[in-house]
């Protein structure tokens, strides 16, 4: 696992949509975020969180899709 960031600046330091997803899924990780204060942290709406997590992630990186969806369960 990725080390713990010291803010949630630390997580929002992305460029691309695929970069944002793996942001977003190490934040909820890590915090036990739920998907509407991610959206708060990050600056984008909940829809876009769920998105992010539910579809983007699976196809960049699978196994931190499975880490993210085992945390919110």
Known sequence: MSQI??????FCAYGTKQERCVSLAEYIIETKATVRNAGKVFGI?????????????EKVNPALYKK??????
């Open 5 to 10: 960031k010291n803010s949630a600046a630390d």
């Open 45 to 57: 709406s909940k829809s876009t969180v769920h998105q992010d997590i539910t579809s983007r992630l």
């Open 68 to 73: 993210v969806r085992q945390a919110k369960s």
